[in-house]
T-cell receptor
Framework: GEDVEQSLFLSVREGDSSVINCTYT??????LYWYKQEPGAGLQLLTY?????DMKQDQRLTVLLNKKDKHLSLRIADTQTGDSAIYFC?????????????FGKGTHLIIQP | DTEVTQTPKHLVMGMTNKKSLKCEQH?????MYWYKQKAKKPPELMFV???????INESVPSRFSPECPNSSLLNLHLHALQPEDSALYLC?????????????FGPGTRLTVL
């Protein structure tokens, strides 16, 4: 079965980089996603990476994937107060199967002034 | 239009009421999803529709009844709910099924069952 693990909280100072980590167990080829959820809101897709990639960069966001350890990280450069939210790592299988997303428990990013 | 919209934003209902949640997208997506999110928990998949046909029902109780009248609309009919069904109900859509199709979420309907 699929299992996605994340630490529950991360506290960083404004202007520093934030690194949110995630581990997954599904050994089949998979897409891995990062979603952001602000209080009382829906989920905003931030970025995704396919498991045959090592890294993906998109403006302030960098995703790193270690396939051997099944470890995924999201780095947010120059963290701002607007980045305060819960960040979910999620995975899905390939092959056109009727799969929904399996989410981690979410990491609450707290920004200190 | 790159949005998934959901109505209503908030809903309070009694255990004997019948109500419906609505979801709409105009991105031409052919897969639509319902997720349930309890407080301080991640979303959990309830239903998947592909080309207006139900693909997945994740052992959801029959008091939740999904309906996909056309490719742009997804409803969730609610009847005889329990207080433990109170949650944020999220709709999502994607171009198709499978991992290479990003799922875009609506803002959710916050449901309270009294």
């Amino acid at each position: 079965g699929e299992d996605v693990e994340q630490s529950l909280f991360l506290s960083v100072r404004e202007g520093d980089s934030s690194v949110i980590n995630c581990t997954y167990t599904d050994s089949s080829s998979t897409y891995l996603y990062w979603y952001k959820q602000e209080p009382g809101a829906g989920l905003q897709l931030l970025t995704y990476i396919f498991s045959n990639m090592d890294m993906k960069q998109d403006q302030r966001l960098t995703v790193l994937l270690n396939k051997k350890d099944k470890h995924l990280s999201l780095r947010i450069a120059d963290t701002q107060t607007g980045d305060s939210a819960i960040y979910f790592c999620a995975e899905i299988g390939t092959g056109g199967g009727a799969d929904g997303l399996t989410f981690g428990k979410g990491t609450h990013l707290i920004i200190q002034p | 239009d790159t949005e998934v919209t959901q109505t209503p934003k908030h809903l309070v209902m009694g255990m004997t009421n019948k109500k419906s949640l609505k979801c709409e997208q105009h991105m031409g997506h052919r897969a639509m999803y319902w997720y349930k999110q309890k407080a301080k928990k991640p979303p959990e998949l309830m239903f998947v529709y592909s080309y207006e046909k139900l693909s997945i029902n994740e052992s959801v109780p029959s008091r939740f009844s999904p309906e996909c009248p056309n490719s742009s609309l997804l409803n969730l009919h609610l009847h005889a709910l329990q207080p433990e069904d109170s949650a944020l109900y999220l709709c999502a859509s994607s171009q198709g099924l499978g991992g290479n199709n990003e799922q875009f979420f609506g803002p959710g309907t916050r449901l309270t069952v009294l």
